[in-house]
DNA sequence: AGCATTATCTGACTTTAGTCAGATAATGCG
DNA sequence: CGCATTATCTGACTAAAGTCAGATAATGCT
């Protein structure tokens, strides 16, 4: 009743309900699921059909006879790729995006209807983008991506203001010593950013100085991603691109309000040098060979 | 990307895939879906032809296919009702609890994994837990249940150790009046537990005295379970069941650490009067006349 | 008793999903 | 160039799910 067992599975059950709601509402506009969900991921931007094969999992004859009947109904049009004429490219016609829009606005409104049907929306969201996060621990895409871009500013937005919240003293990008974005791009650094299916969930910045180390900078991970690993994950893959610019010493500052942080340099090779800056937030310095 | 709409459609695919796998694990015993569904239903209690119907929402026939091939299995018998013998009863053969019994032993071992997967599983278990009740909510029964049984012990528990965490000197029940158990029943009193799938998730007592009044005592609501007016509903079914036993009057106490329990009773008719009882603990008084 | 209602069953479908063995055409590579 | 490989398509299936119109028998109600 109360083991943690049933509790999973009382979520699973709980969770199969809503979610066969959601199915059949794509059943609401006279098309079969399966083709429904090729339109969905021809609208969402996958255009090779390979991919969408692989990633809806369908059989090649099935695929195939879907994106017919797709174009029966005027919804896609689809070319042989231009590297390789034996791949096709399916996008949508007008009529398509048509048909996409509505079904957007039908997962939406359903969204919407969720939220406004339930008052402590906050601790909903926060647990169901934990549970996500879970659940697609192992499709975490770490992804280089400028240190400007939407994904990384939310990303840093985030991490500050857990910052502010983590230290005593509070946190002021302008009184730290805020890494340019130039020196977190390539050939100088990069900056990656790890998504689950879309949503930013955890970074990690590269940047390099010109004195002979490289710096880690702003490696944040979201608070519904703890847990998985992805601060290690994205430390090493920080670590394997200062290995490709042919960096070989790396440094990095963090304060001591930040444990976990700590724990982890400490168990992946760093040691603890004196300090060799100014800002006025760490406390705690750190070096690696590579 | 991250507006509360995308977090909750996030949620959904993260959930959608996951529950497929769950689904096609329940196709590894070379029976269709539709059939082990009906199977798994009727070992879980429901025996009643019309109920199983109604609750996987089947056609007639397609249901009556379904039992008959799980009859020619061998997996069940089906009876007339004893009371209406158009209605058909059915119940596990020797056979069909053992096949039961395997399909019970999948759905743990899966669950054993998900969670064997995911280091913080507690805060898993609480997100999940949360999601459960917030999408089963119109579906949450209130039982009148023996303040003894395993489900009301379970719940004075968690009620006696969240009072420890929240009152400064923590919580003794021993230095409490506990209410003797006996006034918590019929025809002095009641206890009803809040049941959402099988999972205890709220409590509420009615305790007989002999002074003229009857008191609400052990009003309880899972964290996992606030915000969604169940403490309401718990108190209505509280008060009509005094109604029922012809009571008029009803007092309680409490505590201005429990705030949102003050908050409840002020916006429902209780009104504040003086100490009338001398257990150390509570230090608000309200009584209401039904 | 007579008649409408109800629960289930049966037969005769259709639709959807999925499988599999080739066919066809483009590409990569020695 | 010739041949293996690859991506897609077509035809010929099967299985599962679902629909619908009666048939059958028990029940409720007057």
Request: contains cysteine; hydrophobic residues 40%.
């Amino acid at each position: 009743m109360l083991d943690p067992v049933s509790r999973v599975r009382r979520f699973n059950r709980a969770v199969t309900s809503a979610v066969g709601a959601l199915d059949t509402s794509f059943l609401g506009r006279g098309r079969p699921l399966g083709a429904a969900r090729v339109l969905n991921a021809i609208g969402h931007g996958r255009s090779d059909v390979a991919e969408i094969r692989d990633y809806l999992a369908l059989d090649s004859g099935l695929m195939s006879r879907l994106l017919r009947s797709l174009e029966d109904e005027g919804l896609i049009e689809t070319t042989a790729h231009a590297d390789d004429a034996r791949r096709r490219v399916a996008k949508l016609t007008r009529e398509g995006r048509r048909e996409f829009a509505a079904y957007e606005a039908l997962s939406n409104a359903q969204a919407e209807s969720f939220l406004a049907q339930h008052s402590q929306a906050d601790a909903l969201l926060a647990a169901m983008d934990l549970i996500a996060s879970a659940l697609t621990r192992e499709r975490v895409a770490l992804n280089e991506m400028d240190p400007q871009s939407e994904e990384a500013r939310y990303c840093l937005g985030e991490y500050y203001a857990e910052l502010g919240r983590r230290f005593k003293q509070g946190f002021d990008v302008s009184l730290s010593r805020d890494p340019d974005a130039r020196d977190m791009r390539r050939p100088r650094g990069t900056f990656m950013v790890a998504i689950s299916d879309t949503l930013p969930i955890g970074c990690v910045g590269l940047k390099g100085t010109d004195y002979g180390y490289a710096e880690i900078k702003r490696l944040w991970v979201a608070p519904a991603a703890r847990g998985l690993r992805l601060g290690r994950r994205l430390m090493d893959a920080a670590e394997d691109a200062a290995r490709g610019l042919g960096i070989t010493l790396l440094r990095l500052d963090t304060n001591s309000a930040l444990p976990e942080a700590g724990q982890l340099y400490r168990t992946t090779g760093w040691r603890e040098i004196p300090r060799f800056n100014d800002d006025p937030y760490p406390d705690l310095f750190f070096e690696k060979q590579l």
